[in-house]
């Protein structure tokens, strides 16, 4: 599966299907079949979705299900139908059923950390994403007690990972013992205390989809919040720096995957706006990122075989900084899809 460009090179680096980016090439696809009604590239999505298959084959411990199966088989099942699909996503939300703590409130993240860096248990603001496989499987044949899973993991995390200017922590850390939040860390971030742009990405598109879940107003709230404080902080340029508190910007990479994100998710939340002027502001702030990620700056064109440039991945891990990611080309890919949506007057989902 694709994963990644590196400057200098024109082709993806490959990953295989147990890395948690490798649900987002057969999402663009089912996306561009769902735009062209391409028999080929029907083919095509099915072919590179069949193999995540063998996700599920190993020990549980992954707190990825979701990015991984819901954005391959998830948007294969919502344009096909196919029931396979939908027993395989079942089968999928109960796995990543077995990662939730009740103690804490909270689905364990990257359960290989806990020794490493002595967090009896962490949950990271990517995590709000997945939880849309396990509400989307209480609707349809799985246990209530996912749809409760859920709900108590996005409660939890608006007291624990969302700090009080409504910026965000990367991780939560929790004790297992009574559930206590113990701190929090950005640890793809600058800094602890830093304003990591794609962990804000994720909460706004987090929030606005548990919103669309439960009709609960906390979350919408919350998704208005974080948008906000994105918005107050973007550059002039209009597209986030990897992360708003590095202290070398303006010669900080920037992060078209955090703009992408934060794009698709303020479409959808323009939807759920009463007020006029608010849902324009959502809307029209999103449509801003999309025209400028599709400028000769950002689009790739045939530079590469990716159709953004300019996103970043780990950086304080040195990895993937100013490279083409996956993800960055499914949400900029979903949220054009959205904005056609939108615009057409039809249902997002």
Known sequence: MPRNIYKGQTDWNLVGVHDWTSGFWPGVLWYAYEESGDSEILADAQRFTEPLRGVLDVPVDNHDLGFMLYCSFGNGLRLTGDAEYQDFLLRAADSLATLYNPKVGTIL?????????????????????NLELLFWASKNGGSQDLYAMAVKHAETCMTALVRPDYSLYHVAVFDTIDGHFIKGVTHQG????????????WGIYGYTMCYRETNDERFLEMAMKLTDKFLERLPEGGIPYWDFDDPTIPNASKDASAAAVAASGMLELS???????????????????????????????DKEQSFLLHSTGHHPNGTEIDASIIYADYYFIEALTRLKKINSGSNLN
């Open 109 to 129: 993240s990257w359960p290989a950390m806990r020794e490493k860096m002595n967090w009896p248990h962490n949950t990271i603001i990517d995590n709000l994403i």
């Open 190 to 201: 600058y800094s602890d205390d830093s304003m990591w742009a794609r962990g804000q990405g």
């Open 271 to 301: 939807t759920f706006m009463d007020n006029a002027g608010l849902k324009n502001k959502y809307k029209n702030a999103a449509i801003k990122m999309l025209e400028i990620l599709s400028t000769d700056e950002y689009l790739s064109k």
